[in-house]
């Protein structure tokens, strides 16, 4: 059922689940709204299921092939998932696009940025996807400008605002109100200097032997990574992973309901 | 004499100013220290290109960053994979976060497989992208099956078709697996991968500085074996290496731009406490 | 580990039977404390100060898919919402995920009816920017500066754009409240928002905002499996302390041979 099909096997394959989704869209509209929640939670459920089910279920087997009666199911369920998801694309440019389309039609103030827009969005399309199709250098070259030329550059340029912004807020929000925030500054002044050469380079005439290791900057900041941020991380990782795993369970077993969480089951 | 506030402007011409002149210039500065995970990634690599049982096994190159993150992740990939080539380790190249990181990934690689005389196919291969959403599924049906889940390379070209994938078939065929990344993507690879075949798989980390603080457990729990952070990781690298790269020729304007932020920072409370003690004064 | 080991089973077992329980429970009218959370409490004033001002809310739910870290932003922003719709005050929703767009505009349209103000909801306030996670940064950043909103909220899966985004926020003078499970970000948001929500606050936040007895429930159940981990932690702390390792790793699953790499006594120094 999950294989590969290829031809005219392909064809009729895609035909078939054609069919059956129009069947089943129908179905679905048929459905009485009394039973739809139901309905919700039965497939929200039993998509869950699977994947606890696969994790859970004994498995058996040599030790390097270990699977249970759903392991190879796992692959067509990703494809499945992917697909899904892809479809979900449309909807996002649908949405940019009309809201872009019609600023333009309306000329509203700013449309000549939502034209820009569009048209780059566009010629993006063309030069990414032509390179693929189309064998004219002139493809090659569109892509090369608007891929190589224009989108790498603005990208590496935005995470290089990051550095600005992190100057500003440093230069803002540094200051020395309380104890804790001397602390917190002290901290953030030895691990600076203890990442970078020039920071270093203070406590270079330090023997990094024995105790006196223990006064070297990058020996400081790398202290500091590791027995003060680590364990923090490590005890917010525990309560952030309980706190997923009690919201995956509420949304599984479809112990709350309502547009996210508004009205009591 | 009074500190005066300075404007955002003003922060943002010296941030400029130090970072492009060491760039421009060439400005001495001291070989960096080379610190633990720096130390313990090229271990790894060393050891898993010597030891019988992993020198023969496959190297994954997950190249999940986008042009973003060049700076950082480009100079942890080249540097890296010019240690890879060196040992003649065969490798694959892979994206699933970051579509883009199929083209910077596989054309890097392309450049240093060529200078090193590897051929496509035959020495590295490159799966190309695959969508995020489907990793987790993705992962593991990848552990007992590389060509049934992945299906074709970039070029489209199937996998049990391609001469380096011959001996390469499940997650036990990998020898290492590198992660280059801007987000937290090495998680998948400890929870659904490294251990899931036979013997665990070594895993290495390359973050971008930023980035790097939320793996610092994973190297004490031994789930990650190295870390290279950010900028500074690669230029550690490098001198490790002793192959000077844009790693080190950038790690001056890191230097001068930590060292200016410390200043700033230095100014911001000095004038803070003037203000504080002006106006102490005024209420007296 | 790719399937359940026997310890796992039954430990992942008991921590979920502990939360469903409680959820149980609180839904039969058991009676539960929750502490004040002053991240959350600011969020009213924050919606306060933008009708005071008459201009819009940002709402951000990051750079996360349908998964549970964004539901749980969303459902933290639809509750933003359907407060800022009951005064009139418009709200802005950018998307990352396309996935996201229809869950986002029926959570929002939602908030709306909720608040009785169902004709001011309008599709385009919630809107797709882009799934590249500076082009989605450099969307939000334009749209801060074009709309000069009174309060951004960002909430969810956030990596590198977030300071770009609370920066930005900053520079327009607008109040900003954060919260994110993404602990590299945190110091980021704290530089530049008013207020940001840390650790597993994020997960009670629906909680602290709607006082369902469900959402109660299972945080009181979350703390409960909490002080069980702390517990355990700390008797294997002990244990090994005094030189008596009676408990076995309960959780290794494989030796990994090359985790020796990587050991302070053979560190850079």
């Known amino acids: ?101 019609r600023k333009v039609a309306r000329t509203q103030s700013g449309w000549a940025y939502s034209l820009v827009l569009i048209v780059s969005m566009i010629v993006m399309v063309i030069a990414h996807i032509g390179k693929e199709y189309i064998k004219s250098p002139w493809v090659h070259q569109l892509n090369e400008f608007a891929y190589s030329g224009l989108m790498k550059s603005l990208d590496a340029t935005m995470f290089s605002i990051i550095a600005f912004y992190i100057v500003s807020a440093a230069y803002r929000a540094f200051r020395i109100r309380s104890t ?55 005890a917010i990782d525990f309560g952030l992973g309980v706190g997923g795993l009690a919201t995956a369970l509420r949304l599984w077993l479809s112990l709350e309901r309502g547009s996210y969480f508004e009205e009591e089951l | 004499m009074r500190i005066p506030q300075l404007d955002r402007r003003v922060l943002y011409m010296l941030l400029a100013l130090v970072v492009s002149i060491p760039l421009l210039v060439n400005v001495p500065l001291p070989p960096p220290a080379i610190t633990p995970p720096t130390k313990s990634f090229y271990e790894t690599i060393e050891t898993v290109s010597t ?234 | 580990m790719n399937h359940a080991t026997w310890p796992a089973r039954v430990i992942l077992i008991v921590i979920s039977a502990v939360i469903v329980w409680t959820v149980i429970a609180a839904q039969r009218g058991k009676k539960l404390f929750i502490r004040r959370i002053p991240g959350l409490t600011a969020i009213d004033e924050a919606v306060g100060r933008a009708v005071e001002m008459g201009r819009g809310i940002l709402l951000s739910s990051g750079l996360g898919g349908i998964d549970v870290v964004t539901l749980q932003a969303l459902a933290i922003c639809t509750n933003i919402a359907s407060a800022a719709a009951r005064y009139g005050t418009k709200v802005q929703m950018p998307i990352y995920e396309a996935a996201l767009l229809p869950i986002a505009e029926d959570a929002i349209s939602s908030a709306y009816n909720k608040a009785g103000r169902s004709d001011a909801f309008s599709s385009d306030d919630v809107r797709y920017l882009s799934n590249q996670q500076f082009a989605y940064a450099a969307g939000v950043a334009g749209m801060i500066q074009r709309e000069q909103y009174a309060a951004t909220f960002l909430f969810g899966t956030f990596f590198a754009e977030s300071l770009i985004m609370a920066e930005n926020a900053n520079m327009v003078g607008a109040i900003q409240v954060a919260g994110t499970p993404s602990t590299t970000q945190i110091p980021f948001f704290i530089a530049s928002c008013d207020y940001v929500i840390i650790g597993d606050e994020y997960y009670a936040a629906t909680a602290y905002l709607t006082r369902q007895p469900t959402l109660l429930g299972s945080m009181i159940g979350q703390d409960r499996v909490k002080i069980g981990i702390l517990v355990t932690v700390m008797l294997g702390f002990l244990l090994t302390m005094a030189k008596m390792p009676l408990v076995k790793n309960l959780f290794e699953d494989k030796d990994m041979p090359a985790a020796s790499y990587y050991s302070p006594a053979k560190g850079g120094k």
């Open chain 1, 180 to 234: 804790e925030a001397t602390i917190l500054l002290v901290s953030a002044g030895i691990i600076m200097l203890g990442q970078v050469a020039i920071g270093q380079a203070i406590t270079n005439a330090i023997p990094n032997e024995g105790l006196t290791a223990n006064l070297r900057v990058e020996n400081m900041a790398n202290w500091i990574l590791k027995k003060v941020n680590s364990p923090a991380i490590m």
């Open chain 2, 51 to 284: 030891d019988p049982k992993t020198k023969d096994k496959l190297v994954i190159i997950s190249c999940n960053f986008g042009s973003g993150t060049l700076a950082e992740n480009l100079s942890q990939l080249e540097a890296t994979l010019n240690l890879i080539v060196s040992k003649r380790m065969k490798f694959a190249i892979f994206a699933f976060n970051d579509p883009q990181g199929r083209d910077l990934g596989g054309s890097t690689a392309q450049r240093i497989a060529d200078k090193a005389g590897y051929k496509y196919g035959e020495d590295w291969v490159n799966w190309g992208f695959r969508p995020p959403q489907g990793i987790q599924s993705l992962l593991k049906a990848m552990v007992n099956d590389l060509h049934g889940a992945l299906g074709t390379d970039v070029k489209g070209t199937k996998l049990s078709t391609i001469p380096v994938m011959a001996n390469y078939k499940k997650a036990d065929d990998v020898g290492l697996i590198i992660e280059y990344a801007a987000a937290d993507t090495v998680k998948y690879w400890v929870q659904f991968f490294q251990r899931a075949g036979t013997t665990p798989i070594a895993t290495l980390f390359c973050p971008t500085s930023v980035m790097a603080n939320e793996a610092y457990p994973m190297l004490e729990t031994g789930q990650l074996q190295g870390m290279l952070v950010g900028l500074k990781g690669a230029n550690e690298f490098e001198t490790l290496m002793k192959r000077p790269g844009f790693a080190t020729r950038a790690s001056a304007s890191l230097s001068y731009s930590h060292l200016l932020i410390i200043l700033l920072i230095i100014l911001g409370n000095v004038g803070m406490i003037q203000d504080r003690k002006r106006q102490q004064g005024a209420t007296k």
């Open chain 1, 1 to 101: 059922m999950f294989q590969v099909q290829h031809g005219a096997a392909l064809y009729t394959h895609l035909a078939g689940a054609a069919v059956v989704s129009v069947i089943l869209f129908f179905a679905l509209t048929l459905v009485p709204t009394k039973l739809r929640r139901p309905l919700i939670m039965a497939v929200t459920f039993a998509a869950g299921l699977f994947y606890a089910l696969e994790f859970f279920w004994p498995v058996s087997g040599p030790e390097s092939d270990q699977k249970n009666f759903l392991t190879s199911y796992i692959k067509p369920f990703s494809d499945i998932t992917t697909v899904l998801q892809s479809f979900a694309l449309g909807l996002g440019v649908y949405s940019l696009v009309s809201i872009h389309m």
